[in-house]
C-alpha cells in the first residue's frame, strides 16, 4: 500500500480548476517532490490530502485511509506530520509552551533530539520569531511524535545554508529508517539535493511523476570547452550536440578565409576555440570525436533542472508535453 494515492483528483472553485484529474502514488520510504510555479496546484493537493477541502470528484488515501471519510482521516493524522508553508502557531505561546501543546495532543517520542537539532528559541513569544525560527520550530512539532509519513510545504523557506543542509541530512535520514517524505516545492536546488521522485504540476495537471536522476538525464549535459587552435563548426555535427555556442580567439585564428578582414562573429561562424552546448548522446563518442584537437580545458557538468523546468513550462517544453499553452512564466532558480 502506496503511503499517498491520488485517483483523478478534481478541484474546481468554479473560477478556476486547480486540480485536474491529478492521479499519482507516493511509495514509502521515498522523499517526493511535487513540484510547480505558483497558482499551480499544489496547496490544493495537499489541502485535500488532509482534509481540509473536499474534492470535487476523484479520491485522496492518506496511509491507505480515505480522507472524505472522517473517522480514516484522524486515524491517518495521528500517523502524520504536516508543516504548513505558514505554520499558524498562538503568537502570544512561548516555543514551550507551544511544544508542550502538541506533545499533549499527538505525543512526544524524541523532542528533545530535534530541539538539539534545530534549536529554536523556547522562551520567547511566537511573535518576537523570526520566520527562520518559526520553522525551525515547525519543524520540531511535525516530528516529534515520529509520524510515518510528512508533508511539508516548502520545507526550506527562511532557513540559512546551514541548517538547510542539517535539515538535508536529517530528511534523508529519515528516509532511510522508513518515513515516507512528501513536500512542496520551487525551490529547484531544494528538489535536486533531497528529491528520489518528483510530480511536477502545471495548470492543475500532472506534468509527469518520474525519478529526479531520469529527468535530469534526459535534459542531457552542459559541455563546455577550450581548444588551443580553432575548431571548425563541422567537428560538432555530430549526434546529440544541440544550442552550440562559441567564439574565436582571433589570435589563435588560422583558419582564415579569403577575407581576413572579416568580423569576430564572422570567424566565430566557421570555428570556434571556445564553446558551449548541451550535449545528449554518449560522452565517450564525444571525447573520440574531439580527439585530434588540442582541448586546454572542458567541464561536462549536469544540465541545469532550471532548463529542465523550461521544457514543461516554456513555449517549446508546452509543444513538446503536448499540454495546454502555458501561461507566461518565470523560471530562474524557482519554477
Ligand atoms: N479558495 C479558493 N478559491 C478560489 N480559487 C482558489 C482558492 N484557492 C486557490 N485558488 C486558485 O487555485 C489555483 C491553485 O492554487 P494553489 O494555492 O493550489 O497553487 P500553489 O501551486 O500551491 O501555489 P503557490 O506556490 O503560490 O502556493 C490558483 O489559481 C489559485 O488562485
New binding site residues.
Given amino acids: 500500500m502506496a503511503a499517498i494515492e491520488l485517483e483523478g483528483l478534481t478541484k474546481d472553485?468554479?473560477?478556476?480548476l486547480?486540480n485536474d484529474g491529478v492521479t499519482f502514488s507516493v511509495e514509502r520510504g521515498e522523499i517526493f517532490g511535487y513540484l510547480?510555479?505558483?497558482?499551480?496546484?499544489?496547496?490544493?493537493?495537499i489541502r485535500t490530502l488532509l482534509g481540509f477541502l473536499s474534492p470535487t470528484s476523484g479520491s485522496a488515501r492518506l496511509l491507505g485511509r480515505d480522507v472524505t471519510a472522517e473517522d480514516e482521516l484522524v486515524e491517518a493524522k495521528r500517523r502524520l506530520g504536516y508543516l504548513p508553508?505558514n505554520p499558524a502557531f498562538d503568537e502570544h505561546a512561548t516555543g514551550r509552551e507551544i511544544l508542550e501543546l502538541h506533545a499533549s495532543i499527538k505525543g512526544d517520542e524524541r523532542s528533545d533530539d530535534l530541539l538539539e537539532l534545530f534549536a529554536p528559541p523556547l522562551d520567547r513569544p511566537v511573535r518576537d520569531y523570526s520566520h527562520g525560527n518559526v520553522r525551525k520550530l515547525g519543524l520540531v512539532t511535525t516530528f516529534m511524535h515520529e509520524p510515518e509519513l510528512v508533508i511539508l510545504d516548502e520545507p526550506t523557506s527562511g532557513l540559512d545554508p546551514l541548517m538547510q543542509h542539517r535539515f538535508a541530512e536529517f530528511l534523508r535520514a529519515e528516509r532511510d529508517r522508513g518515513v515516507t517524505v512528501f513536500f512542496?516545492s520551487?525551490i529547484l536546488s531544494e528538489v535536486r539535493r533531497l528529491c528520489d521522485r518528483v510530480g511536477i504540476?502545471r495548470d492543475?495537471r500532472l506534468v509527469t511523476v518520474e525519478p529526479v536522476e531520469s529527468l535530469l538525464d534526459r535534459s542531457g549535459k552542459v559541455v563546455r570547452l577550450r581548444a588551443a587552435d580553432p575548431i571548425p563548426r563541422e567537428a560538432f555535427d555530430i549526434d546529440g550536440v544541440h544550442d552550440l555556442k562559441g567564439s574565436l580567439d582571433r589570435s589563435a585564428d588560422r583558419v582564415r578565409g579569403p577575407d581576413d578582414d572579416e568580423s569576430a562573429a564572422e570567424s566565430a561562424e566557421r570555428a570556434v576555440t571556445e564553446c558551449t552546448f548541451t550535449f545528449t548522446g554518449d560522452v565517450n563518442a564525444l571525447l573520440e570525436h574531439l580527439r585530434d584537437h588540442r582541448l586546454l580545458d572542458l567541464s561536462i557538468d549536469e544540465a541545469p533542472l532550471e532548463d529542465v523546468f523550461m521544457r514543461f513550462y516554456g513555449e517549446d517544453g508546452d509543444a513538446a508535453a503536448g499540454e495546454r499553452r502555458a501561461r507566461p512564466t518565470e523560471v530562474a532558480d524557482d519554477v
Fill in positions: 472553485y468554479g473560477a478556476v486547480a510547480g510555479p505558483n497558482g499551480a496546484g499544489k496547496t490544493t493537493t508553508d512542496s520551487h504540476i492543475g
